[in-house]
């Protein structure tokens, strides 16, 4: 099977050399690994970490309780139907919140699920996993390219 891939900067570009199809081609999947995103009112967020973290998320190598924050501004209105935590129906609401990132194993996803929905403020707490890659590990995934 042979893949054709377009490059997406020219080749004789520094960025080209940065994002070079080779660059891409040795990326490696790690089995079972995935990196969690998720959004929280800034003091909520020690809450939610710990929680996930006493689950073994954020771990990475000999190291624990590992994570990225960064703080933002969250904007959202309730509609008809639901029970706000913050705000009220049909007015738009802005909140401090954090944007959180840690590594989690595909073992414990449907437990960092659980934990978040459980430990954070809101009705629907925003989240997202993505399959994590490195070149340390076996090279799966090239349906992917």
């Known amino acids: 099977m042979s893949i054709l891939l377009k490059p997406i900067f020219p080749?004789?570009?520094p960025w080209g050399k940065i994002f070079s199809l080779e660059t891409f081609a040795s990326l490696?999947?790690?089995k079972g690994m995935y990196k969690l995103v998720f959004f929280?009112?800034?003091e909520d967020r020690e809450k939610v970490k710990n929680a996930l973290f006493d689950l073994g998320a954020g771990q990475l190598g000999n190291y624990s309780r590992c994570c990225w924050e960064t703080a933002g501004t969250g904007q959202f209105m309730p509609m008809d139907g639901s029970s706000p935590a913050l705000g009220s129906q049909d007015?738009?609401?802005s909140v401090a919140e954090h944007r959180v990132e840690m590594l989690v194993t595909?073992?414990?996803v449907p437990l960092c699920i659980e934990a978040i929905r459980v430990n954070h403020p809101y009705e629907v707490p925003a989240f997202e996993f993505y399959k994590v890659f490195t070149d340390e590990s076996e090279l799966e995934g090239q349906e992917w390219l």
Request: glycine letters at 0%; aromatic letters at 6%.
């Open 91 to 93: 007015s738009l609401e």
């Open 106 to 108: 595909e073992e414990i």
């Open 11 to 13: 080749v004789n570009t």
């Open 40 to 42: 929280v009112p800034s």
């Open 28 to 30: 490696k999947y790690i």
